[in-house]
Protein backbone atom coordinates (compact mmCIF):
# COMPACT_ATOMS: atom_id res chain seq x y z
CA UNK A 1 0.00 0.00 0.00
CA UNK A 2 1.14 3.44 -1.03
CA UNK A 3 2.43 5.23 2.09
CA UNK A 4 4.84 8.54 2.79
CA UNK A 5 8.01 8.57 4.20
CA UNK A 6 9.46 10.41 6.28
CA UNK A 7 13.31 11.66 6.97
CA UNK A 8 15.02 12.24 9.27
CA UNK A 9 12.55 10.28 11.97
CA UNK A 10 14.46 12.34 14.48
CA UNK A 11 16.43 15.63 14.48
CA UNK A 12 18.46 17.48 17.06
CA UNK A 13 20.06 20.77 16.29
CA UNK A 14 21.37 23.47 17.53
CA UNK A 15 19.62 27.09 18.25
CA UNK A 16 19.94 29.06 14.95
CA UNK A 17 20.97 26.19 12.65
CA UNK A 18 19.12 25.45 9.18
CA UNK A 19 17.13 22.59 8.94
CA UNK A 20 15.79 20.38 6.19
CA UNK A 21 12.89 17.90 6.48
CA UNK A 22 12.25 15.75 3.98
CA UNK A 23 9.36 14.11 2.40
CA UNK A 24 8.39 11.78 -0.33
CA UNK A 25 4.62 11.70 -0.81
CA UNK A 26 2.54 9.31 -2.11
CA UNK A 27 3.17 9.12 -5.80
CA UNK A 28 -0.24 10.11 -7.63
CA UNK A 29 -1.10 12.67 -4.80
CA UNK A 30 -1.31 16.22 -6.52
CA UNK A 31 -1.48 18.48 -3.03
CA UNK A 32 0.76 18.66 -0.39
CA UNK A 33 1.09 19.43 3.27
CA UNK A 34 3.35 20.35 6.63
CA UNK A 35 1.61 20.17 9.73
CA UNK A 36 3.33 20.01 13.40
CA UNK A 37 2.44 18.94 16.50
CA UNK A 38 3.91 19.85 20.10
CA UNK A 39 4.62 17.49 22.33
CA UNK A 40 0.96 17.20 24.19
CA UNK A 41 -0.91 19.52 21.70
CA UNK A 42 -3.12 19.08 18.70
CA UNK A 43 -1.78 18.63 15.65
CA UNK A 44 -1.89 22.64 13.52
CA UNK A 45 -1.27 23.20 9.35
CA UNK A 46 1.64 24.77 8.19
CA UNK A 47 1.33 25.15 4.68
CA UNK A 48 -0.20 23.68 1.54
CA UNK A 49 1.55 23.26 -1.79
CA UNK A 50 0.42 22.72 -4.95
CA UNK A 51 1.15 23.12 -8.28
CA UNK A 52 4.90 24.08 -7.68
CA UNK A 53 3.39 27.22 -5.48
CA UNK A 54 2.72 27.61 -1.75
CA UNK A 55 -1.29 27.44 -1.55
CA UNK A 56 -1.86 28.20 1.90
CA UNK A 57 0.49 29.30 4.65
CA UNK A 58 -0.91 29.53 8.26
CA UNK A 59 0.73 32.49 11.00
CA UNK A 60 3.37 29.85 12.32
CA UNK A 61 4.93 29.57 8.82
CA UNK A 62 6.97 32.85 8.79
CA UNK A 63 10.14 33.98 6.88
CA UNK A 64 11.92 31.85 8.59
CA UNK A 65 9.93 28.21 6.93
CA UNK A 66 9.97 28.02 3.10
CA UNK A 67 8.67 24.64 1.31
CA UNK A 68 10.42 22.87 -2.11
CA UNK A 69 9.61 20.30 -4.46
CA UNK A 70 13.03 20.25 -5.85
CA UNK A 71 12.19 17.68 -8.45
CA UNK A 72 9.00 15.04 -9.28
CA UNK A 73 8.99 13.10 -5.57
CA UNK A 74 10.71 14.88 -2.14
CA UNK A 75 9.03 17.71 -1.12
CA UNK A 76 11.04 19.69 1.60
CA UNK A 77 10.75 21.77 4.74
CA UNK A 78 13.53 24.23 5.26
CA UNK A 79 13.54 26.31 8.86
CA UNK A 80 16.25 28.99 8.00
CA UNK A 81 17.18 29.94 12.04
CA UNK A 82 15.63 26.87 14.27
CA UNK A 83 14.12 28.32 17.67
CA UNK A 84 13.61 26.49 20.84
CA UNK A 85 9.94 27.03 20.11
CA UNK A 86 10.70 24.92 16.45
CA UNK A 87 10.65 21.89 18.90
CA UNK A 88 7.96 19.59 17.89
CA UNK A 89 6.70 17.02 15.46
CA UNK A 90 6.51 17.64 11.85
CA UNK A 91 4.21 15.56 9.45
CA UNK A 92 4.19 16.17 6.06
CA UNK A 93 0.95 14.52 4.26
CA UNK A 94 -0.13 14.44 1.05
CA UNK A 95 -3.62 13.78 -0.53
CA UNK A 96 -5.38 13.35 -3.81
CA UNK A 97 -8.46 14.54 -5.70
CA UNK A 98 -11.06 13.26 -3.12
CA UNK A 99 -9.44 14.88 -0.36
CA UNK A 100 -8.67 12.59 2.06
CA UNK A 101 -5.11 13.14 3.91
CA UNK A 102 -2.46 11.03 4.18
CA UNK A 103 0.74 11.71 6.59
CA UNK A 104 3.60 10.48 7.02
CA UNK A 105 5.34 8.64 10.54
CA UNK A 106 6.78 12.42 11.20
CA UNK A 107 10.19 13.82 12.39
CA UNK A 108 10.92 14.76 15.77
CA UNK A 109 12.83 17.99 15.70
CA UNK A 110 14.70 18.83 18.92
CA UNK A 111 16.34 22.36 19.48
CA UNK A 112 18.98 22.67 21.73
CA UNK B 1 -15.63 29.23 20.40
CA UNK B 2 -13.22 26.78 19.22
CA UNK B 3 -13.96 25.40 15.79
CA UNK B 4 -13.88 21.93 16.55
CA UNK B 5 -14.53 20.61 19.82
CA UNK B 6 -13.46 17.23 20.96
CA UNK B 7 -13.14 15.76 24.57
CA UNK B 8 -9.73 15.14 25.69
CA UNK B 9 -10.25 12.60 27.97
CA UNK B 10 -8.69 10.18 28.95
CA UNK B 11 -11.24 7.50 28.15
CA UNK B 12 -10.79 4.25 29.33
CA UNK B 13 -12.83 1.03 28.77
CA UNK B 14 -12.76 -2.69 29.13
CA UNK B 15 -11.91 -4.71 26.13
CA UNK B 16 -15.36 -5.87 24.13
CA UNK B 17 -17.46 -2.13 25.04
CA UNK B 18 -17.93 -0.14 22.43
CA UNK B 19 -16.75 3.03 22.65
CA UNK B 20 -17.91 6.47 21.27
CA UNK B 21 -16.06 8.94 20.43
CA UNK B 22 -17.50 12.63 19.44
CA UNK B 23 -16.73 15.89 18.09
CA UNK B 24 -18.70 19.66 17.47
CA UNK B 25 -17.91 22.09 14.87
CA UNK B 26 -19.12 25.45 14.83
CA UNK B 27 -18.28 26.07 10.95
CA UNK B 28 -21.44 24.77 8.72
CA UNK B 29 -18.67 25.26 5.95
CA UNK B 30 -17.21 22.26 6.94
CA UNK B 31 -18.28 19.36 4.46
CA UNK B 32 -16.00 16.49 4.80
CA UNK B 33 -14.84 14.62 8.00
CA UNK B 34 -11.51 12.28 9.03
CA UNK B 35 -10.68 10.42 11.96
CA UNK B 36 -7.59 9.91 12.13
CA UNK B 37 -5.38 7.20 14.79
CA UNK B 38 -2.66 8.39 16.38
CA UNK B 39 -0.02 6.13 18.25
CA UNK B 40 1.86 7.84 20.63
CA UNK B 41 5.06 9.92 18.90
CA UNK B 42 3.47 8.50 15.11
CA UNK B 43 1.88 10.38 12.28
CA UNK B 44 -2.32 10.11 12.11
CA UNK B 45 -3.30 7.21 10.74
CA UNK B 46 -5.98 7.60 8.33
CA UNK B 47 -9.61 5.45 9.16
CA UNK B 48 -12.26 7.05 8.29
CA UNK B 49 -13.59 9.51 5.65
CA UNK B 50 -17.07 11.05 5.18
CA UNK B 51 -18.71 13.53 3.39
CA UNK B 52 -22.55 12.83 3.78
CA UNK B 53 -24.92 12.68 7.13
CA UNK B 54 -25.54 9.33 7.88
CA UNK B 55 -23.71 6.40 9.05
CA UNK B 56 -20.43 4.61 7.08
CA UNK B 57 -18.63 1.25 8.44
CA UNK B 58 -15.92 -0.34 8.50
CA UNK B 59 -14.79 -3.58 9.77
CA UNK B 60 -15.42 -2.64 13.90
CA UNK B 61 -15.77 0.94 12.97
CA UNK B 62 -18.58 3.46 12.51
CA UNK B 63 -18.35 6.74 11.43
CA UNK B 64 -21.49 8.90 11.98
CA UNK B 65 -22.35 12.51 10.85
CA UNK B 66 -24.89 14.95 11.72
CA UNK B 67 -24.30 17.87 9.41
CA UNK B 68 -27.34 19.71 11.49
CA UNK B 69 -26.45 19.51 14.16
CA UNK B 70 -22.52 19.57 13.62
CA UNK B 71 -21.76 16.71 15.33
CA UNK B 72 -19.62 13.58 14.40
CA UNK B 73 -18.64 10.25 16.09
CA UNK B 74 -16.62 7.37 15.89
CA UNK B 75 -17.52 4.14 17.21
CA UNK B 76 -15.73 1.22 17.42
CA UNK B 77 -17.04 -2.52 18.06
CA UNK B 78 -15.45 -5.42 20.32
CA UNK B 79 -12.67 -2.85 21.36
CA UNK B 80 -8.99 -4.53 21.51
CA UNK B 81 -6.33 -3.56 23.72
CA UNK B 82 -4.75 -2.50 20.13
CA UNK B 83 -7.27 0.11 19.64
CA UNK B 84 -5.85 1.62 22.17
CA UNK B 85 -4.77 5.57 21.32
CA UNK B 86 -5.18 9.06 20.55
CA UNK B 87 -8.31 9.80 18.19
CA UNK B 88 -8.44 12.85 15.90
CA UNK B 89 -11.46 14.17 13.76
CA UNK B 90 -10.25 16.49 11.40
CA UNK B 91 -12.57 18.46 8.89
CA UNK B 92 -12.50 19.99 5.36
CA UNK B 93 -14.60 22.60 3.76
CA UNK B 94 -14.25 21.36 0.26
CA UNK B 95 -11.92 18.05 -0.85
CA UNK B 96 -8.76 18.92 -2.83
CA UNK B 97 -6.47 21.56 -1.43
CA UNK B 98 -7.65 22.15 2.16
CA UNK B 99 -5.85 22.12 5.32
CA UNK B 100 -7.50 20.21 7.76
CA UNK B 101 -8.54 21.63 10.96
CA UNK B 102 -8.16 19.12 13.95
CA UNK B 103 -10.01 18.33 17.29
CA UNK B 104 -7.29 18.31 20.27
CA UNK B 105 -7.74 14.70 20.08
CA UNK B 106 -9.51 11.88 22.87
CA UNK B 107 -6.98 9.69 24.48
CA UNK B 108 -8.60 6.11 24.65
CA UNK B 109 -7.12 3.25 26.86
CA UNK B 110 -8.82 -0.53 26.40
CA UNK B 111 -8.56 -2.31 29.37
CA UNK B 112 -7.53 -5.93 28.87
Known amino acids: EPEVTQTPSHQVTQMGQEVILRCVPI?????FYWYRQILGQKVEFLVS????????KSEIFDDQFSVERPDGSNFTLKIRSTKLEDSAMYFC??????????FGPGTRLTVT | QKEVEQDPGPLSVPEGAIVSLNCTYS??????FMWYRQYSRKGPELLMYTYSSGNKEDGRFTAQVDKSSKYISLFIRDSQPSDSATYLCAMIKDFGNEKLTFGTGTRLTIIP
Open chain 2, 27 to 32: NSAFQY
Open chain 1, 49 to 56: FYNNEISE
Open chain 1, 27 to 31: SNHLY
Open chain 1, 93 to 102: ASSGQLGEQY
